[in-house]
T-cell receptor, first 114, second 115 residues
Framework: SQKIEQNSEALNIQEGKTATLTCNYT??????LQWYRQDPGRGPVFLLL?????KEKRKERLKVTFDTTLKQSLFHITASQPADSATYLC?????????????FGTGTKLQVIP | GAGVSQTPSNKVTEKGKYVELRCDPI?????LYWYRQSLGQGPEFLIY????????DSGLPNDRFFAVRPEGSVSTLKIQRTERGDSAVYLC?????????????FGPGTRLTVL
C-alpha cells in the first residue's frame, strides 16, 4: 500500500541555521509533491508545489527537492526564525489529469530556538 | 468570503448521536475535499466533490459517514451513530479546479469530540 514517511520526532534547530525536513514515499508515483505548514489549531497552509520533472524549487527562504529515483523530497528553510516553528506536511498528488487525490504524510514538528 | 470557513469550530456529542459539520468553500471553487486529522497525524482523505457530485468517496470509513453538496458550494458532512473513535478534527478544503497546480485552501477545521 502507499506509504508516506516524515520524521516523526520533532526537529529542534538554532535560529539562523538551515532546517532540513525529509519526506519519503513508497508504492507511489506522484506527478506532484506539495509541502504545507500547519500551526496548532489551524488548517494546513500550502507552501510549495514541485513537479516530478523538476529537481528543485525555491521560494524566498524555502527550497524543495524532489528525487523520483530515491522517492524522496527534502524541504529546506534557510536562515530559520522562531516564527518558522510549526508542523510541516508533505503531500503527494496523483496528477493523472482531471481529478486529483492528495495523500498527506504525518508531518514533522519544527522548533526554532532563539 | 476571504477563505474557507467551517462550523461549528468545536462539537461535543455523546456516543450514538448524529452530527452535521458544515463547510463554506471559497466562492467559485468547484473542487471540495473533506479530511479527518487525528492527533499527531496528517490529514486523511475522506471524500472529494467536483461541483455537486461526490467524485470520490473512497475515504469514508463506513456507511455512518455521508456528505452532500447540493448546490455546488456549501457542503455538509454527516455522521450517524457517532462512536468515540470518530473523535478528530474534520478539515475541509477547496480548490478553484481539481488540477494539482491549483492551490488547496483549508478551513480551520471542526474539532469533534464523542464522549
Amino acid at each position: 500500500s502507499q506509504k508516506i514517511e516524515q520524521n516523526s520526532e520533532a526537529l529542534n534547530i538554532q535560529e539562523g541555521k538551515t532546517a532540513t525536513l525529509t519526506c519519503n514515499y513508497t508504492n507511489y508515483s506522484p506527478a506532484y509533491l506539495q509541502w504545507y505548514r500547519q500551526d496548532p489549531g489551524r488548517g494546513p497552509v500550502f507552501l510549495l508545489l514541485i513537479r516530478e520533472n523538476e529537481k528543485e524549487k525555491r521560494k524566498e527562504r524555502l527550497k524543495v527537492t524532489f528525487d523520483t529515483t530515491l522517492k524522496q523530497s527534502l524541504f529546506h528553510i534557510t536562515a530559520s526564525q522562531p516564527a518558522d516553528s510549526a508542523t510541516y506536511l508533505c503531500a503527494l498528488d496523483g496528477g493523472s489529469g482531471g481529478y486529483q487525490k492528495v495523500t498527506f504524510g504525518t508531518g514533522t514538528k519544527l522548533q526554532v530556538i532563539p | 468570503g476571504a477563505g474557507v470557513s467551517q462550523t461549528p469550530s468545536n462539537k461535543v456529542t455523546e456516543k450514538g448521536k448524529y452530527v452535521e459539520l458544515r463547510c463554506d468553500p471559497i466562492s467559485g471553487h468547484t473542487a471540495l475535499y473533506w479530511y479527518r486529522q487525528s492527533l499527531g497525524q496528517g490529514p486523511e482523505f475522506l471524500i472529494y466533490f467536483q461541483g455537486t457530485g461526490a467524485a470520490d468517496d473512497s475515504g469514508l470509513p463506513n456507511d455512518r459517514f455521508f456528505a452532500v453538496r447540493p448546490e455546488g458550494s456549501v457542503s455538509t458532512l454527516k455522521i450517524q451513530r457517532t462512536e468515540r473513535g470518530d473523535s478528530a478534527v474534520y478539515l475541509c478544503a477547496s480548490r478553484e479546479s481539481p488540477l494539482a497546480t491549483d492551490t488547496q485552501y483549508f478551513g480551520p477545521g471542526t474539532r469533534l469530540t464523542v464522549l
